[in-house]
C-alpha cells in the first residue's frame, strides 16, 4: 500500500506562483512513476504532467506546458509541481497519483495507469 499527501495549495492571485508537493510512503518511491491531476468543478479530472522514475523524462499537457514544472526528489519520496503564471482557469483540486511496479504506463495521461491517489489539494486562482 503507498500513501500519498498532498501540500501547497491555497487561494492566489492571478500571475501568482505556487509550489505542490506530494508525500509519498514507501520504500521503492524511485520505481515510482508520478503524475499530477486536477479537477476543476463540473469537470472531469484531467491530467496535468507527468515524471519518469529517475526524473529525466517529464510531460504536460498543452494549457500548462512552459508555465508548470514537476520534478522530485526521490531521497525526500516526494513529487513536486511548480505553478508559475497561475491563470483563474487552473483553480481545480490537485491530486497526485503513483504507478508503481510491477504497473506499466503507455502514455501516463490517462487515470487508469495509476494505482495510488492522493487525496487533492485545492488551488483557487482570483482574478
Known amino acids: 500500500q503507498v500513501q500519498l499527501v498532498e501540500s501547497g495549495g491555497g487561494l492566489v492571485q492571478a500571475g501568482d506562483s505556487l509550489r505542490l508537493s506530494c508525500a509519498a510512503s514507501?520504500?521503492?518511491?524511485?520505481?515510482?512513476?508520478m503524475g499530477w491531476f486536477r479537477q476543476a468543478p463540473g469537470k472531469e479530472r484531467e491530467f496535468v504532467a507527468h515524471?519518469?522514475?529517475?526524473?529525466?523524462?517529464?510531460f504536460y499537457t498543452d494549457s500548462v506546458r512552459g508555465r508548470f514544472t514537476i520534478s522530485r526528489d526521490n531521497a525526500k519520496n516526494t513529487v513536486y509541481l511548480q505553478m508559475n503564471s497561475l491563470k483563474p482557469e487552473d483553480t481545480a483540486v490537485y491530486y497526485c497519483?503513483?504507478?508503481?511496479?510491477?504497473?506499466?504506463?503507455?502514455?501516463?495521461?490517462?487515470?487508469?495507469?495509476?494505482?495510488?491517489w492522493g487525496q487533492g489539494t485545492q488551488v483557487t486562482v482570483s482574478s
Open positions: 514507501g520504500r521503492t518511491f524511485s520505481s515510482y512513476r
Open positions: 515524471i519518469s522514475r529517475s526524473g529525466a523524462v517529464t
Open positions: 497519483a503513483a504507478n508503481v511496479p510491477p504497473g506499466t504506463i503507455v502514455g501516463g495521461t490517462r487515470e487508469y495507469e495509476y494505482d495510488y
